[in-house]
């Protein structure tokens, strides 16, 4: 696959199709979008925002949640925020999310059959985390998109004139439902 990849890329270089996409790194709408990896939402969520290219930041994980208050989630936000002009976040949760219904036991089982030591699944509770709250799944869409709203709202290091909103977006047709 990566040698696909790698092929097309030199195409696409070659042939300057780079052109149409230039932008500066500072986002045209000022707004931070943190959703979920989802591979449904690569190109349906920016076309159901009618956001083209450099329009926002886009920042992606496993369910679009912001899981720990220092977390690389939040400092992407405090580097769009104080250093690329960022005036408005948006959370964004989507329907059926594959990682809502993660079990983390299933998952350790799954490293240790690949050949993660329990030594090393130790080692991650050494350092504070809860590793099975942490990879674990979650039950509803609206209270983790909430959550993640209010994690940012009530943030020491995000002032209060960055607006925050919450929304879950419909995985098949791209329909918005405001949550907070």
């Given at each position: 696959?990566?040698?696909?990849?790698?092929?097309?890329?030199?195409?696409?270089?070659?042939?300057?199709?780079?052109?149409?996409?230039?932008?500066?790194?500072?986002?045209?709408?000022?707004?931070?979008?943190?959703?979920?990896?989802?591979?449904?939402?690569?190109?349906?969520?920016?076309?159901?925002?009618?956001?083209?290219?450099?329009?926002?930041?886009?920042?992606?994980?496993?369910?679009?949640?912001?899981?720990?208050?220092?977390?690389?989630?939040?400092?992407?936000?405090?580097?769009?925020?104080?250093?690329?002009?960022?005036?408005?976040?948006?959370?964004?949760?989507?329907?059926?999310?594959?990682?809502?219904?993660?079990?983390?036991?299933?998952?350790?089982?799954k490293m240790k059959e690949k050949g993660i030591?329990?030594?090393?699944?130790?080692?991650?509770?050494?350092?504070?985390?809860?590793?099975?709250?942490?990879?674990?799944?979650?039950?509803?869409?609206?209270?983790?998109?909430?959550?993640?709203?209010?994690?940012?709202?009530?943030?020491?290091?995000?002032?209060?004139?960055?607006?925050?909103?919450?929304?879950?977006?419909?995985?098949?047709?791209?329909?918005?439902?405001?949550?907070?």
């Amino acid at each position: 696959m990566i040698e696909e990849i790698l092929k097309f890329n030199e195409a696409f270089v070659a042939k300057e199709e780079y052109v149409k996409y230039a932008t500066s790194k500072y986002p045209d709408k000022k707004i931070a979008i943190v959703s979920c990896m989802d591979a449904r939402l690569t190109e349906l969520l920016p076309a159901a925002l009618g956001l083209k290219n450099g329009d926002a930041k886009l920042i992606k994980n496993a369910g679009g949640i912001i899981s720990h208050p220092f977390g690389s989630a939040i400092r992407s936000l405090l580097i769009a925020i104080y250093e690329l002009d960022v005036e408005e976040i948006l959370v964004i949760g989507h329907t059926d999310c594959g990682a809502r219904h993660t079990d983390s036991k299933v998952m350790i089982e799954k490293m240790k059959e690949k050949g993660i030591s329990q030594k090393n699944i130790d080692l991650v509770k050494y350092f504070g985390v809860d590793f099975e709250k942490w990879l674990g799944g979650f039950n509803d869409v609206d209270a983790t998109v909430i959550n993640s709203v209010e994690t940012i709202r009530n943030h020491p290091l995000i002032t209060k004139d960055i607006k925050v909103y919450g929304f879950v977006i419909d995985s098949y047709t791209g329909k918005m439902t405001k949550v907070i």
